[in-house]
């Protein structure tokens, strides 16, 4: 396997990891499968290690995850917040996991930055903050789980790696690769994958838990969306979904039943990239996804203050779903200069 992680790195985790035994895993909010796979994949091999790790994550994870061994012990702030402030108060370590800055963790964010102890950044997204007394961010990392398993043999750790580590560890990479379809970097990525099929995952089951188990009212929402609401944008070779709440409720929907829908218009020749608009409490949270190298991460700095990953980011707007839509629309002609390398046939 290529050596991307700088050995210092590998060097200075290894140390803080024993030094410390009570130590705390955490992620972003609205946590996806490279969240919870990472930091419950550290919370296996760290339990593997003696220690006594405590996944502690902003809000709620999605269903779909449930099937992750571990997953039950994890402790969720919005519902325990006594005992999360507890363990993150008495925490020697605390490692952050697939976030860049620490207003991605919403309401948990002052509870962890205001801890005394330690911290770690293990991330791949770009721009990375320094809240962390050690940064391990590597952008070109498709996923943290990626990374996560990179640091493990930098570590000589991987004997310690067990088939629940490496189920996490793998529902990550597969979850923000789109099952090794997008934001691979590097092809000894097969590599890591023939590593944790060794260990008996079993990749078929991940895939059909976090890609194939659609409600029938999601799966008509999807429908619903493409047919009705998203708009192309053919001088743009952009696309837009936009649903409100109305829509919502019209399907009964559920956390993470939009999950994936800003990929399709994609599958379209033609478009490069795609926006989806989802109206979400008082605001729109909005999801961002390319090809080509198309910067959707500008699109979602500039215009709504967010972030992410060249081809997959993201932003919250505070305010109405059409003023958020009439943003992206007015500023479209703005971004076509990155279309200037499109190949004719995309
Ligand atoms: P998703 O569309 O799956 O919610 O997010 C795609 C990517 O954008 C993820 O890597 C995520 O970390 C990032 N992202 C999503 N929402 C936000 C946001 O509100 N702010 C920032 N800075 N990044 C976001
Ligand atoms: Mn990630």
Same mark, same amino acid.
């Given at each position: 396997?290529?050596?991307?992680?700088?050995?210092?790195?590998?060097?200075?985790?290894?140390?803080?990891?024993?030094?410390?035994?009570?130590? /705390? $895993?955490?992620?972003?909010?609205?946590?996806?499968?490279?969240?919870?796979?990472?930091?419950?994949?550290?919370?296996?091999?760290?339990?593997?290690?003696?220690?006594?790790?405590?996944?502690?994550?902003?809000? &709620?994870?999605?269903?779909?995850?449930?099937?992750?061994?571990?997953?039950?012990?994890?402790?969720?702030?919005?519902?325990?917040?006594?005992?999360?402030?507890?363990?993150?108060? =008495? %925490?020697?370590?605390?490692?952050?996991?697939?976030?860049?800055?620490?207003?991605?963790?919403?309401?948990?964010?002052?509870?962890?930055?205001?801890?005394?102890? !330690? &911290? /770690?950044?293990?991330?791949?997204?770009?721009?990375?903050?320094?809240?962390?007394?050690?940064?391990?961010?590597?952008?070109?990392?498709?996923?943290?789980? =990626?990374?996560?398993?990179?640091?493990?043999?930098? @570590?000589?750790?991987?004997?310690?790696?067990? $088939?629940?580590?490496? #189920?996490?560890?793998? #529902?990550?990479?597969?979850?923000?690769?789109?099952?090794?379809?997008?934001?691979?970097?590097?092809?000894?990525?097969? =590599?890591?994958?023939?590593?944790?099929?060794?260990?008996?995952?079993?990749?078929?089951?991940?895939?059909?838990?976090?890609?194939? #188990?659609?409600?029938?009212?999601?799966?008509?929402?999807?429908?619903?969306?493409?047919?009705? !609401?998203?708009?192309?944008?053919?001088?743009?070779?952009?696309?837009?979904?936009?649903?409100?709440?109305?829509?919502?409720? %019209?399907?009964?929907?559920?956390?993470?039943? #939009? =999950?994936?829908?800003?990929?399709?218009? $994609?599958?379209?020749?033609?478009?490069?990239?795609?926006?989806?608009?989802?109206?979400?409490?008082?605001?729109?949270?909005?999801? %961002?996804?390319?090809?080509?190298?198309?910067? /959707?991460?500008?699109?979602?700095?500039?215009?709504?203050?967010?972030?992410?990953?060249?081809?997959?980011?993201?932003?919250?707007?505070?305010?109405?779903?059409?003023?958020?839509?009439?943003?992206?629309?007015?500023? @479209?002609?703005?971004?076509? &200069?990155?279309?200037?390398?499109?190949?004719?046939?995309?």
């Amino acid at each position: 396997m290529e050596k991307l992680i700088d050995p210092e790195k590998g060097r200075a985790l290894l140390r803080l990891l024993e030094e410390s035994s009570r130590i /705390v $895993l955490t992620c972003h909010v609205r946590p996806d499968g490279d969240a919870i796979g990472s930091t419950l994949g550290l919370w296996h091999l760290l339990r593997s290690l003696g220690k006594e790790p405590t996944v502690v994550i902003p809000d &709620k994870a999605p269903g779909y995850l449930q099937f992750l061994p571990g997953f039950k012990e994890i402790a969720v702030y919005t519902r325990h917040d006594p005992f999360c402030r507890k363990v993150v108060e =008495e %925490a020697d370590l605390i490692i952050c996991c697939d976030f860049n800055i620490p207003s991605r963790q919403d309401e948990l964010a002052p509870l962890i930055q205001g801890a005394s102890c !330690r &911290k /770690v950044m293990i991330d791949h997204h770009q721009e990375p903050g320094h809240f962390a007394d050690l940064e391990i961010s590597y952008p070109d990392m498709s996923s943290t789980c =990626e990374l996560v398993f990179r640091l493990i043999a930098s @570590m000589g750790l991987f004997g310690e790696v067990d $088939l629940d580590c490496a #189920t996490c560890l793998l #529902t990550g990479i597969i979850t923000d690769t789109r099952n090794f379809n997008v934001n691979i970097n590097h092809n000894d990525i097969y =590599e890591i994958l023939m590593r944790l099929l060794e260990l008996g995952v079993d990749k078929k089951h991940i895939v059909k838990e976090v890609m194939e #188990t659609k409600s029938l009212d999601a799966l008509r929402l999807e429908a619903y969306a493409i047919a009705s !609401r998203m708009e192309v944008f053919p001088d743009h070779k952009a696309s837009l979904i936009t649903l409100s709440k109305e829509d919502l409720d %019209a399907y009964n929907y559920q956390k993470g039943d #939009t =999950e994936g829908l800003v990929n399709k218009p $994609l599958e379209v020749k033609g478009i490069v990239y795609s926006i989806f608009m989802r109206e979400d409490g008082d605001g729109v949270k909005i999801s %961002a996804r390319s090809i080509n190298d198309f910067p /959707v991460s500008a699109i979602c700095k500039d215009l709504y203050g967010g972030g992410g990953h060249l081809q997959a980011s993201g932003a919250e707007f505070d305010g109405s779903l059409e003023e958020c839509r009439r943003i992206l629309v007015d500023a @479209m002609g703005d971004y076509d &200069k990155y279309l200037k390398n499109e190949k004719k046939d995309r």
